[in-house]
């Protein structure tokens, strides 16, 4: 199967639309997001913009997911959540726009996005294995699972601890969802941190997972005679052998962290698509993607 990984979309509708062509292109069989489709981004639009977008019919294959701390503090407001001056002051002028909607756009938003957005567990196994959150696997909570930057505030080996406990954890269903069981992590996703790497527990265990991409890795420019459609690539693949599972984060598709961006007058969104044949299957190829935008 092909699963496009995506994550931190923050509104930009522009950047999710050149993703969304590109994964199409490659005929993506599942769309796993891990969180923050609402606030601040690199184009502010409407939310109701991004829900039209989503919408089944064009050939976008079926979404999975959880919320990120952005989606939350929209949909619930910002108090007791860490955000920085931007993002609160985007999601507060968010929070007043989707106020003031009225007849369609209303209904879209309460009766269509915020009801699907509110669906989305914290924390979600989409395949036996496989465990996926905005932030970590901390139990102790919505503001930890979603503001918490790893490795940045917590090392890879602690959040691979927490996600083995899930199994015993009995959460409700709104919190934590395994759709295949609970089982032994092979393949950790989160987001939040907008940095797109991949990273590998030692053999043997150890203070934290070796990297295998991190940072600005280099690339290879595929496909493209012109500036707005370049295409930057990084494609490698591992070994997934029990107790040294894999942890990725895709970025950023709506606002990437520490980019040069690729010319005058474009963005770049980055994403991840994974080659993989589920949960047995020994080895996955990964290719983490930059798709240039025209802002």
Excluded at 209 to 237: K, L
């Amino acid at each position: 199967m092909r699963l496009a990984l995506i994550s931190d979309v923050h509104t930009n509708v522009v950047a999710w639309l050149a993703v969304k062509a590109d994964l199409q292109r490659l005929r993506a069989t599942e769309i796993w997001c891990l969180g923050d489709w609402l606030g601040h981004g690199a184009n502010h639009a409407m939310p109701t913009d991004l829900w039209h977008s989503l919408q089944p019919g064009d050939g976008l294959p079926p979404i999975r997911g959880v919320r990120g701390n952005n989606d939350i503090a929209v949909l619930d407001g910002p108090d007791g959540l860490r955000l920085n001056l931007d993002a609160l002051q985007a999601v507060c002028e968010q929070r007043e726009l989707l106020a003031a909607l009225a007849g369609s756009l209303r209904a879209a938003w309460e009766d269509g996005f915020a009801p699907w957005l509110r669906s989305r567990p914290l924390i979600l196994s989409p395949r036996a294995g496989v465990y996926m959150a905005h932030g970590t696997f901390d139990r102790r909570g919505a503001r930890t699972m979603t503001e918490t930057y790893v490795p940045e505030t917590m090392p890879h080996e602690e959040a691979y601890r927490e996600a083995q406990q899930l199994a015993a954890a009995a959460l409700p269903p709104d919190v934590a969802r395994a759709c295949e069981g609970w089982a032994q992590p092979v393949m950790l996703l989160s987001g939040h941190s907008h940095a797109q790497g991949v990273w590998q527990r030692p053999a043997g265990g150890g203070d934290d997972f070796w990297p295998h991409v991190t940072g600005t890795p280099p690339m290879h420019v595929a496909g493209c005679e012109a500036p707005a459609h370049a295409v930057v690539e990084s494609a490698f693949e591992v070994a997934i052998p029990n107790e040294r599972p894999v942890w990725i984060n895709p970025g950023s598709v709506g606002l990437p962290r520490l980019l040069p961006q690729p010319a005058a007058g474009l963005r770049w969104a980055q994403y991840a698509l994974l080659d993989w044949d589920g949960p047995g299957s020994a080895r996955v190829v990964i290719h983490l993607r930059r798709i240039a935008y025209p802002v």
